[in-house]
């Protein structure tokens, strides 16, 4: 929480009324200079559950730390202060875990909505297979939507990282994919708060620019994973290293065709005839070797 005086208490009693009540809700307050800490400290005196901290004003990093530090259940599931969430969220997210072992992290569909209304809803790809490879173009989960195993965190000492800032939570679920699976779940079940003073928005050039070297490193662990070098293999190579499968091998291409500059325009235009044609049916991938340049990908 920082300053969300104005949405704090609907964010807050939305969790309060979850069908799932066996919760601990930690309020970590990144020193806040309105009245947010008080409506918070408010409702807990009439709901134990609730458990304010604060802190001085840090970042978003260091209290997404403090709050993985203070929490004490099997899972920690996390919700910006701007956000509502379904009453049936936390439910059906712990049924999806308990139902799922081997994913450490998962998220859900999403409602975005801004002072106008509903804008747009969502729809996240839910097999965990895929997920992996999504992460070289898209952000896997919605952050504000994250449900993980607290074990897997605390075990594998993986935290939010400060250098990553404004994309510490794609680089908390590369860390994850390292030792299990990250799912979603196609329900929608919380509405996220759009407006313009998100500091996604106010900071979009640190936040681009440390996107395209984190992708850059996914991207290479990726290869690295599959024991594939774009440079050197040919595409009977990339045919057998890869997984024979559209949504991973198109998210593999797409990132060869538009980012790696090692690679003459013939090798790309190879590897896009040659690679699983028929699996990915995406001719605008021709056009991104010819003319990325004009229409650099955004």
């Given amino acids: 929480m920082y300053n969300a005086e104005k949405t704090v208490e609907s964010a807050l009693e939305s969790i309060q009324k979850q069908t799932y009540s066996n919760l601990e809700i930690i309020c970590v307050n990144d020193g806040s200079d309105d009245e947010t800490l008080s409506i918070v400290e408010r409702r807990a005196k009439f709901d134990k559950r609730i458990k304010p901290y604060s802190h001085e004003h840090r970042g978003i990093v260091y209290a997404l730390n403090k709050s993985i530090e203070l929490s004490q259940g099997k899972y920690l599931a996390r919700m910006d202060a701007d956000d509502i969430a379904f009453l049936d969220r936390i439910e059906k997210q712990v049924r999806y875990m308990e139902s799922n072992p081997d994913v450490v992290a998962s998220g859900t569909a999403v409602e975005i909505f801004n002072a106008r209304g509903i804008s747009r809803t969502t729809t996240p790809h839910c097999n965990p297979e ?23 965190l605390l075990d594998n000492d993986i935290r939010y990282s400060k250098e990553h800032t404004y994309v510490e939570d794609l680089k908390l679920y590369f860390d994850l994919s390292r030792i299990g699976k990250l ?16 500091t996604s928005k106010k900071n979009y050039e640190i936040l681009r620019e440390r996107e395209l070297q984190l992708r850059a490193d996914i991207y290479k662990s990726t290869c690295e994973d599959h024991s594939l070098n774009p440079e050197r293999d040919s595409p009977r190579g990339w045919r057998r290293k890869v997984p024979r499968n559209h949504d991973a091998i198109w998210v593999l291409l797409w990132y060869t065709i538009t980012h790696n500059t090692k690679l003459t325009k013939l090798k790309k235009l190879r590897l896009v005839l040659f690679t699983h044609l028929r699996l990915t049916a995406k001719p605008r991938l021709v056009f991104y070797i010819f003319f990325k340049n004009r229409h650099p990908d955004t």
Avoid: E, F, K
């Avoid at 999504?134 to 919605?142: C, D, E, G, S």
């Avoid at 799912?183 to 998100?198: C, F, I």
């Fill in 130 to 152: 895929i997920l992996r490879y999504r992460m070289i173009r898209i952000w896997p989960i919605a952050h504000s939507s994250l449900i993980v195993h607290h074990t897997a």
């Fill in 183 to 198: 799912g979603n779940l196609p329900d929608t079940l919380l509405a996220y708060r759009a407006h313009p003073n998100q």
